[in-house]
């Protein structure tokens, strides 16, 4: 990160520091031709006339440089009508620099002259004599550059070294500020540490705002994780337990001695009853807790899905099976989950009421993430109001007749409450049970 911010910063630095050169040699040339272009005008004004009232530079001139040999400023004046003209300061020296110009026109350059670089203004102007005569004139005034490039070399060194010595101080503000950035996510890396050693349970540290998302989001994730395991602990201590029973009903048998026919009604019997408690401590270990980083499950497919599987299942029996899920209605978690949900449901009014199921959900609130409410009823006989609690409890079963050991609704209520939601039941309008489930919007809140 901080390489990065280093090259960043250079080369940032380095086009400011380019940009402020630059800005700074045109700002120096640009003075540059002012001066340049005054001398013209003093010279100009200083012009007086011949006999003939043509121009003639005076002895004498308002800048004392002009008389001063070698002294950095230099003029040379010519004329069409074969007059000359030119300052006592290029005595010894050549006029090289000298380039006529049209009347009107000016031409900067930079011209190296006698070993020395010099800056150059040619400029041209027409003068009328007294006989009307328009006499052509180029004004050539020169000035030594070496000081200006020194003065912008030394502008350049001072630049630059300002510049470093701020990349150096912004690079050590920077890293300061990186690594007390950095401190909260050290902090975590060391409660995660802890929690690794078992020296901790969850990431309780005092964050800023700016990490509690992802504080919440590992405890969530550290939570169901233990929550799975718990489950498949309880789930196997139960397992164990329920086998107790039926293993004994059938050593009893095998040591009673029982004919072989009633041996094997009784094997098959308890064999029966030994997958349905496994069937059903599997999908109570597999039941997930809620978890707010599970993704959205479409309702709609896996409602058609296993309606078109109960058609065929109870093709005997026609049943008419009616979907009316919301086109938005998703489920925020597992689809085993919602698969276990809507099967045990769906299954339990198919096989209960005549001839009509109805099957609805939608999601409960608008949103990102919003919560899911879903409900089945059938047109059977329904559930008394004062047996709703029993009907939710494991291995309780109304009817007798049909065949099931009574878990599906428990491992229902199981799936939903570790959502956070709950489930009622109540009379539908087709005149049977209405079992309806509402699942909260996920939040983190709770971890």
């Known amino acids: 990160m901080l390489a990065v911010s280093f090259v960043v910063l250079a080369g940032f630095l380095g086009v400011a520091g380019v940009a402020l050169d630059q800005a700074f040699r045109r700002s120096a040339e640009t003075a540059l031709r002012e001066r340049l272009m005054g001398h013209v005008y003093a010279l100009l004004a200083a012009a007086d006339e011949d006999a003939r009232g043509r121009m003639v530079l005076p002895s004498a001139l308002p800048d004392p440089r002009f008389a001063n040999p070698d002294s950095g400023l230099y003029a040379v004046v010519v004329g069409s009508d074969g007059y000359r003209w030119q300052s006592p300061s290029l005595t010894g020296r050549s006029a090289d620099f000298l380039d006529p110009q049209p009347p009107g026109q000016r031409r900067y350059s930079r011209v190296a002259s006698d070993g020395q670089t010099l800056y150059v203004l040619n400029y041209g102007v027409s003068w009328e004599d007294d006989f009307g005569v328009q006499v052509r004139y180029t004004l050539a005034v020169a000035l030594d550059f070496e000081p200006v490039a020194a003065e912008m070399a030394a502008f350049r060194a001072s630049l630059w070294r300002w510049l470093g010595g701020l990349a150096v101080a912004l690079l050590l503000v920077q890293g300061l500020i990186v690594r007390w ?40 994730l550290i939570r169901s994780s233990r929550s799975s395991r718990e489950r498949y602990r309880n789930s196997l201590g139960n397992l164990a337990h329920s086998m107790k029973t039926p293993l004994a009903i059938l050593r009893n048998a095998a040591e009673s001695g029982a004919r072989s026919g009633e041996l094997r009604a009784v094997v098959l019997e308890q064999v029966l009853r030994m997958d349905e408690i496994v069937q059903h401590q599997l999908r109570r270990a597999a039941a997930s807790a809620q978890v707010a980083l ?48 809507l099967g045990n449901l769906m299954e339990n009014a198919c096989k209960y009421g005549r001839h009509r199921v109805r099957v609805g959900a939608h999601a409960l609130q608008a949103g990102r993430r919003p919560g899911l409410r879903l409900w089945v009823e059938d047109d059977g006989a329904g559930i008394e109001p004062h047996r709703h609690e029993e009907v939710l409890q494991r291995g309780r079963r109304l009817d007798e007749q049909q065949p099931g050991q009574g878990i599906g609704l428990s491992v229902v209520r199981e799936i939903v409450e570790a959502y956070q939601g709950r489930i009622r039941i109540s009379r539908g309008a087709l005149g049977g049970a209405r079992v309806e489930v509402e699942i909260p919007p996920p939040s983190l809140s709770q971890f």
């Open 294 to 341: 599970g993704r959205a499950v479409a309702v709609a497919p896996v409602a058609d899905r296993i309606a078109r599987s109960l058609a065929r299942v109870y093709a005997d029996k026609p049943v008419d099976i009616a979907l009316e899920v919301q086109d938005g209605a998703r489920f925020f978690g597992d689809e085993g989950d919602l698969m276990e949900i």
């Open 181 to 220: 950035g950095l401190r909260p996510l050290r902090s975590v890396e060391q409660d995660l540490q802890r929690i690794e050693s078992g020296e901790a349970e969850r990431l309780e540290g005092a964050y800023p705002r700016e990490l509690q998302g992802l504080t919440r989001s590992l405890n969530a």
